[in-house]
């Protein structure tokens, strides 16, 4: 290959570094835009926290229950740009042959006492005028449909418009997309240093070649890539591993994601319908573990989980378990902002529990921001 052949191929519009839900989601949605994309992933696409999720997908999150404080909010906003995507991207998918990945069955939030049973009735009360419906479960019709589930739970609500995703699955077929419309994708290469960057361009050195590109993207989840930079104190990334367990049982075919609504303060976690009648238990959270080791610790979490929900959970086939380390930041929402006063270098991470929740909106929003139709939501996320 000659120089400038080499050059051309090496240059694009938008680089990407981080192949998790978020990096993917933005090349998704910038190469529906026709920018040309280039994604660097230093090990393989949803390796990471993304192939560890639950991968609820959710109009709202049902942990704020005073939901009319929170309706202008920016995170509110984004998590419905994100819901509306997900609403459309089997359409989407489906013109490129691609299965859609998302399954919009619905979810039954159980109660175990009186006084969960009366939470999820304000919230139902309080989504009915977003119309956002549900129907009451009672505890006898628990019995009859699902009746492998626990005899202490009192009931539930099941929330319609709920779905779910398979965190690999989804990404796996947005990276058959993305490719499909002209998006490169670098596996197994890390991302080296920047070498040159200025408002016109920005030059990056990776394992295996420099990268030029107008545009250059750092969605790298916990993994503090920009620590050896000048960046702000309010963008340092923790790690709260998770650990998840999947089981399977001949007895039990689960037909949606169950859980529980606490007081927000509380969390539980998640029994979520996979391929093949496997179930996904999940995730337990370890602020501060940075690696992928599994400890009993978690595996405890996930077994009382299990031992909550499920009458016979002693008889559950074990199948496997995984790891994933969420980002969390320090201010409590995800970061989507600029870096170093430069409109062409930007960072996003913090996205935390609901990552693959918020990665079509959060792609949406920076797709906006590059081809300049609307900057608003992406400067309310901003420090800069």
């Known amino acids: 290959m000659n120089n400038n052949s080499e050059n051309k191929a090496n240059n694009f519009d938008v680089t990407i570094i981080g192949g998790g839900a978020i990096g993917v989601s933005i090349a998704y949605k910038l190469s529906k835009s026709k920018f040309r994309c280039v994604v660097v992933e230093k090990n393989t696409i949803g390796s990471g926290a993304t192939q560890a999720a639950a991968g609820v997908i959710s109009p709202l999150f049902y942990g704020d229950i005073n939901l009319a404080d929170n309706l202008n909010t920016p995170i509110y906003k984004l998590r419905k740009l994100s819901f509306d995507s997900f609403l459309t991207l089997g359409e989407e998918l489906a013109e490129m042959g691609i299965r859609s990945p998302y399954q919009k069955t619905g979810i039954l939030r159980v109660a175990f006492n009186e006084d969960e049973l009366k939470i999820l009735d304000n919230l139902s009360d309080s989504l009915s005028n977003?119309?956002?419906?549900s129907k009451n479960i009672d505890k006898n019709e628990i019995n009859n449909e699902l009746s492998f589930l626990s005899n202490e739970i009192k009931g539930g609500k099941y929330f319609y418009d709920d779905g779910y995703v398979d965190g690999l699955d989804y990404v796996n077929k947005l990276k058959?997309?993305?490719?499909?419309?002209?998006?490169?994708?670098?596996?197994?290469?890390?991302?080296?240093?920047?070498?040159e960057k200025n408002n016109d361009q920005v030059e990056i050195l990776t394992s295996n070649r420099m990268i030029k590109s107008?545009?250059?993207?750092?969605?790298?989840?916990?993994w503090n890539i920009l620590e050896d930079f000048?960046?702000?104190?309010?963008?340092?990334?923790?790690?709260?591993?998770?650990?998840?367990i999947l089981v399977s049982s001949n007895e039990i075919e689960l037909p949606y994601t169950i859980g529980e609504v606490g007081d927000g303060s509380n969390y539980s976690g998640y029994l979520v319908p996979r391929e093949n009648n496997i179930i996904y238990i999940g995730a337990s959270k370890h602020p501060g573990e940075n690696d992928n080791s599994v400890n009993l610790k978690g595996l405890n979490f996930c077994y009382q989980i299990a031992r909550k929900y499920i009458k016979n959970a002693d008889k559950l086939e074990f199948i496997s378990v995984g790891t994933g380390i969420r980002p969390q930041s320090k201010i409590g929402t995800p970061i989507i902002s600029n870096l170093y006063n430069y409109e062409n270098i930007l960072f996003i991470s913090g996205h935390y529990t609901q990552g693959i929740m918020l990665s079509l909106g959060t792609g949406e929003i920076v797709k906006n921001y590059i081809n300049k139709s609307d900057i608003n939501l992406f400067k309310s996320f901003s420090k800069n």
């Open 130 to 133: 977003l119309n956002i419906s």
């Open 176 to 195: 058959i997309a993305i490719h499909k419309m002209g998006c490169e994708i670098f596996e197994n290469e890390s991302f080296i240093n920047i070498k």
């Open 214 to 222: 107008k545009y250059i993207i750092f969605c790298t989840g916990s």
């Open 230 to 244: 000048d960046l702000p104190s309010d963008y340092k990334i923790n790690p709260v591993k998770g650990q998840y």
